[in-house]
């Protein structure tokens, strides 16, 4: 396991309601400062009164070390890389979490395209075909997104568009990724 830096919220960040909030955008705080064009980064979620109790040292490592209310209750923990070259659906179909863990979060970067892009989609592309044609289309976005979810099944995400990458303009929203939240459900299955 990889520590990640404590960042904490810029003074654009708006306080999250709920902890898993809280640590999606921790992820995606931590991951503006690396800046764009990086590879997709995998964490673990754990309990952080339980990572106090059971791991001081690494809770040390990792900021965690106070009780202090105000920090988040969930510690993100960054994983080993993730395989440069391995498609994220099969990586993630490799991936089981011990008990410990009670979420992990994936923060990727992708081209995305507005709604009314949809209608000009030609039919039948291979999804090589496909991602060639997003790239190459005048009205796409480069985003990072940043999905989390707990074994309970809660999720969040959260999405910065490379134009407007400030703090302050991220979206946020249980529902705004679903395929990657399913495959990070999954992870947590039997």
């Given at each position: ?84 070259g391995t498609p994220l659906d099969k990586f993630l179909g490799t991936i089981a979490w011990p008990p410990a863990i009670v979420g992990c ?86």
């Amino acid at each position: 396991m990889l520590p990640m830096s404590n960042v904490s919220p810029s003074p654009g960040t708006p306080m999250a309601a709920s902890p898993l909030t809280r640590a999606v955008l921790e992820i995606d705080e931590y991951a503006s400062t690396l800046g764009w064009d990086k590879p997709a980064r995998l964490f673990a979620l754990v309990d952080t009164a339980r990572l106090r109790r059971q791991e001081p040292a690494l809770a040390r490592q990792l900021g965690q070390d106070q009780d202090d209310t105000g920090k988040n209750q969930l510690t993100p923990v960054e994983q080993d890389q993730v395989p440069a070259g391995t498609p994220l659906d099969k990586f993630l179909g490799t991936i089981a979490w011990p008990p410990a863990i009670v979420g992990c979060a994936l923060t990727v970067e992708r081209l995305m395209l507005p709604p009314s892009a949809e209608a000009q989609v030609p039919e039948g592309l291979s999804d090589k075909q496909l991602a060639k044609w997003v790239a190459a289309h005048p009205d796409r976005q480069e985003v990072r997104l940043t999905v989390g979810v707990l074994r309970d099944g809660s999720r969040e995400s959260a999405v910065r568009l490379r134009e407007k990458d400030s703090s302050s303009e991220v979206l946020t929203g249980a529902s705004l990724v679903p395929g990657l939240a399913e495959a990070l459900a999954a992870t947590f299955l039997d």
